[in-house]
């Protein structure tokens, strides 16, 4: 066979970026560029794109389903392990109920075309258990958009490429090419804003990637930013830098903004935020007096026990300037299948159930990852017995004392739908593997309602898949059948099969696209069909992002809600609480005196990249980032490897000394730590797991979201 080049996208993380891989004549992968043609990303790739090559062809990456023995895994066909999957899932439910049942869904299945067949699944399943990696992630995100503008769908993105200032609170773009503001060649927008005469600030404790191609770095204090911002909202309404007559014509409380941020003097919040006055009170004045402005914030933020209240204070400076839902700001987008045009219609539902101990209540049907452990170990009625996994690596990426890892060995029954042997997926009984990135396809229709421009793309696969291989839809449409309570499954067992294949990825968006913006039953035979995007090199392009909150908006009244009562209730009393003395940055009398905070590396994406051998040269390993003062201070300078211990753990990994990290601070990347996985190249390597420094029980007080940052650590000689 000839060598030949296909255009497909990178799937690793939201920026999908566009690849062209050349394939040779023995179907190896000998190459991957960036695709010129792409709508979105437009040529770029980051140093992970070769990854997708190097997954095909990982010897560890499963490829066929096996079933868990005493002497280890062992290879098992499609019907045989589904068969048994269904039995037992079944036989645990009638046994013990329903909420004996749990499903977890991590990252990647947002990237995979199977995404809806796995929300699917979940609702066959019935249960209260259901766990995502959303509430370690962007739950303060979108707590925020139901609390303020009526739905969780719409969260606004940031409209980096016409901004004329843009602030970046506890984001590294430069490194993770955005996130739910999705901008593949994240560097590239950022040089834009400045070359065309605006303005870049980042607010991280940490010099990054992104702070370094920026005008100005505030190192604020972990945790600080929620003080930051309190003054920066004095400083917009005590000096009258808004216009608020307009804001009013469209939300309401104001007022009580107002009176909330009346004693938040940048002067009282400077000690608080590890920031001086000046730089507060010239922060508000830069955003009020830009043209457009765009205050945007990310996982630093999400992840912390004020996510939610810093992210709302941002939405709140967005608005009372100007900026939100106008170009050069935080807007909506419109994307081919219109979520923020359903958000209206589509309920939220808060605190519909709880976890067994009533701590964590339910949001938008799930329950906060902090109480998975608890829920798998704690003995009694309705602890879960039976859980699936779609693409998710719980033991690694979440807290959970250690106890996870025994908890699932424990489980009646584990089923992991995955590509490889993981920290969580060693304990499953059965492992199904879809096929590899490299040899499926379709629309993510998911990507776009949160991209910086609005857009259309459609994956082609680039290889041919093994015979009987299936993909992460077929595999959860089965799981589906096995679950559903049908009596006659024997009967009906292949037509059903039939029916589910035929809910192919594709025919499931063919509706909604009709119905959504381009479709056909709008723009008549110009409309947007899937075949249309197929057949389109590089996508569709469907234009800058347009004005279009008053059509959207979900609250009852259609009015913005700028100070809803429960916030403003949690500011008080956070704010309070630290002019009392037990603000972010007084360590509690016990030793722990280093704040510690998260990392993201270019050539890692969470925890399952790093079996590859290009992905973990170099410098990309797992290491705690420490200024010379706190390392010559707790005498490890020139130490190779240190100790970082926290209440609930230790951890050993590698020191790197440096003056980009704020005085007090320390950052450790997460995903790391893989032995006993059996991984030929991840096994071996140095590096643990920074989620067992971290408590399960520090959660963003109002969403949930487990607060993984600013936990109180110290730094000794291994
Ligand atoms: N301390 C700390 N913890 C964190 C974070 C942090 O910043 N700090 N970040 C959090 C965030 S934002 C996230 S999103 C989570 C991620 O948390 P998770 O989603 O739980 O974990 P991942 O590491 O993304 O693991 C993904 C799994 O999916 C498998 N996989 C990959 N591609 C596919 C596919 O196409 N189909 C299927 N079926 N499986 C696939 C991989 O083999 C891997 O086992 O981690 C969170 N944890
Ligand atoms: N290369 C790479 N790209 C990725 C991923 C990856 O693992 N690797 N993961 C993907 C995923 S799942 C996600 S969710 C996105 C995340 O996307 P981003 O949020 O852009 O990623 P991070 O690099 O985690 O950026 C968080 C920043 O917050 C800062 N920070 C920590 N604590 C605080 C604080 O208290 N206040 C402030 N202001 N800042 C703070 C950190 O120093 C860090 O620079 O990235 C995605 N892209
Ligand atoms: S930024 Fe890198 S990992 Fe993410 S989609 Fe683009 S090439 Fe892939
Ligand atoms: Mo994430």
Partial sequence: MPTTTHPTHCTLCEAHCGILVTVDGERQVTRIAGDPDDVLSRGYICPKATAMGGLHHDPDRLRTPVRRTADGFEPVGWDEALDEVGARLRAVRKEHGFRALAMYLGNPAAHSVGVANGLLLRIAMLTPNFFSASSIDQYPHEFTAWRTLGSNTLVPVVDIDRTRRLVIVGANPAVSNGSVSTMPGAKKRIRAVRER???VVVIDPRRTETARIADQHVAVAPGGDVYLLLGVLHVLLAEGL???????RIADGVDELRALVAGATPEA????AGVDAGTITALAREH???????????IGICQQETGTLVTWLITAINTVTGNLDRPGGMMFTTPPIDAPALAKFLPVGYRKWTDRSGRYPSFRGELPVAALADEVTTPGPGRIRAMVTFAGNPVSSIPHRGELDEGLAGLDLLVSVDIYVTETTRHADFILPPLSHLERGGFNFLFPVF???NNARYSHPVLDPPTGGLDDWQILNRLILEVLPVPARRLLGRPLRRLSDAFTPDRMAALPLALGPYGVLRRG??????????????GVDLGPLRPRLRKVIATRD???RLAPESFVAEARSTLAAALAGRGPSTPEDDGYDLKLIGRRQLKSNNSWLHNLPTMVSGSNRCSVLMHPADAERCGVTGAETVAVSSRTGTIEVALEVSDEMRPGTVAVPHGWGHSGTGWRVADGLPGQNVNTLHDPARVDRLSGNAAVNS???RVTTA
Avoid: F, I, K
């Fill in 288 to 298: 009020a007096a830009a043209e457009s402005a765009a205050m945007y914030c990310r």
């Fill in 242 to 248: 808004c216009d608020l007559g307009a804001v009013r």
């Fill in 711 to 713: 936990t109180w650590v």
């Fill in 558 to 560: 259609r009015r913005v």
């Fill in 197 to 199: 005469g605006g303005t």
């Fill in 269 to 272: 919040m400077a000690p608080l």
């Fill in 451 to 453: 991209s910086v421009r």
């Fill in 525 to 538: 035979r110009r409309g947007l069909t899937v075949r249309r995007m197929r057949e389109t090199a590089g």
